[in-house]
């Protein structure tokens, strides 16, 4: 930004603010104005200000640290990269495209957990939402979550070859569900074909940290006489959504 447009009021402000947050309950007036350069009047008039909007607090021996509206703020700041919170907010946008609900889950050992659900209008639906589990070899977003994990971790969450049947197109053992997991790692993306409910197919990608883990998945549950009609352009939605949530700070 080029000087002329900034605030040298904000500017001394801030110099204030950082000074206190280094050394909270340690600088009074006199150190203050030594640390920021500021004359002794004009950051009194700053202090009295900052006081009386909660950004600073005086304590009775004369020394500073930040108010409590500083609290409120950061408690804003983090709930806007709140996954759930981001998720309401994307899914909606991708849910206008496509006109039909999306889902935001979690791996908690052989099943997900649903964390939360953006409703389409239609007059049919699956029935989930935030609280649900369900069996993750069963569904597009366990198949995208389980297809991070290694080998030897899948072993452990499945010890018998036979998984339970939820449909007549569920996945039943586990050498083909590994397999699947194998074909996953290389498209991205993870397929419900009626496995978990019928009458439904789902498309599922993970949401990645910045190391890459997936830490949560989100799916699109499109009705089967529009799966031909959606498939692609809610492949595409769901890779968006996924990337959005995946970039965002409160994927970490």
């Given at each position: 930004m080029?000087?002329?447009?900034?605030?040298?009021?904000?500017?001394?402000a801030?110099?204030?603010l950082?000074?206190?947050?280094?050394h909270?309950?340690?600088?009074?007036?006199?150190?203050?104005?030594?640390?920021?350069?500021?004359?002794?009047?004009t950051?009194?008039s700053?202090?009295?200000?900052?006081?009386?909007?909660?950004?600073v607090?005086?304590?009775d021996?004369?020394?500073?640290?930040?108010g409590?509206?500083?609290?409120y703020?950061?408690h804003?700041?983090?709930?806007?990269?709140?996954r759930?919170?981001l998720?309401?907010?994307?899914?909606?946008?991708?849910l206008?495209?496509?006109?039909?609900?999306f889902?935001?889950?979690?791996?908690?050992?052989?099943r997900?957990?649903?964390?939360?659900?953006?409703?389409?209008?239609?007059?049919?639906?699956?029935v989930?939402g935030?609280?649900?589990?369900?069996?993750?070899h069963?569904?597009?977003?366990?198949?995208?979550?389980?297809?991070?994990?290694?080998?030897?971790?899948?072993?452990?969450?499945?010890?018998?070859?036979?998984?339970?049947?939820?449909?007549?197109?569920?996945?039943?053992?586990?050498?083909?569900l590994?397999?699947?997991?194998?074909?996953?790692?290389?498209?991205?993306?993870a397929?419900?074909?009626?496995?978990?409910?019928?009458?439904?197919?789902?498309?599922?990608?993970p949401?990645?940290?910045?190391?890459?883990?997936?830490?949560?998945?989100?799916?699109?549950?499109?009705?089967?006489?529009?799966?031909?009609?959606?498939?692609?352009?809610?492949?595409?939605?769901?890779?968006?959504?996924?990337?959005?949530?995946?970039?965002?700070?409160?994927?970490?």
């Open positions: 080029e000087k002329r447009y900034r605030v040298p009021a904000l500017e001394r801030h110099a204030v950082r000074e206190i947050a280094q909270p309950a340690n600088r009074k007036l006199t150190a203050l104005c030594k640390s920021s350069g500021i004359s002794k009047s950051l009194f700053l202090l009295q200000t900052m006081e009386e909007l909660g950004w607090l005086q304590h021996d004369g020394t500073y640290s930040l409590k509206h500083f609290g703020m950061g804003a700041f983090f709930n806007q990269y709140d759930v919170a998720f309401d907010r994307e899914a909606q946008r991708s206008h495209k496509i006109g039909a609900s889902h935001l889950a979690e791996l908690e050992g052989s997900v957990l649903y964390l939360a659900k953006a409703t389409s209008p239609a007059p049919v639906q699956m989930s935030p609280g649900a589990r369900a069996y993750a069963a569904t597009g977003l366990g198949k995208a979550l389980l297809a991070d994990l290694s080998n030897e971790e899948l072993l452990r969450l499945f010890p018998n070859e036979e998984l339970p049947r939820l449909t007549p197109h569920t996945i039943v053992s586990r050498t083909e590994l397999m699947q997991l194998a074909e996953i790692r290389v498209c991205g993306y397929l419900d074909r009626e496995e978990g409910v019928m009458g439904f197919q789902c498309i599922a990608a949401v990645r940290q910045a190391d890459k883990r997936a830490t949560s998945a989100v799916s699109v549950s499109i009705p089967l006489h529009q799966w031909e009609e959606k498939r692609a352009s809610a492949l595409d939605e769901i890779r968006g959504l996924a990337m959005r949530l995946s970039l965002h700070p409160s994927a970490e």
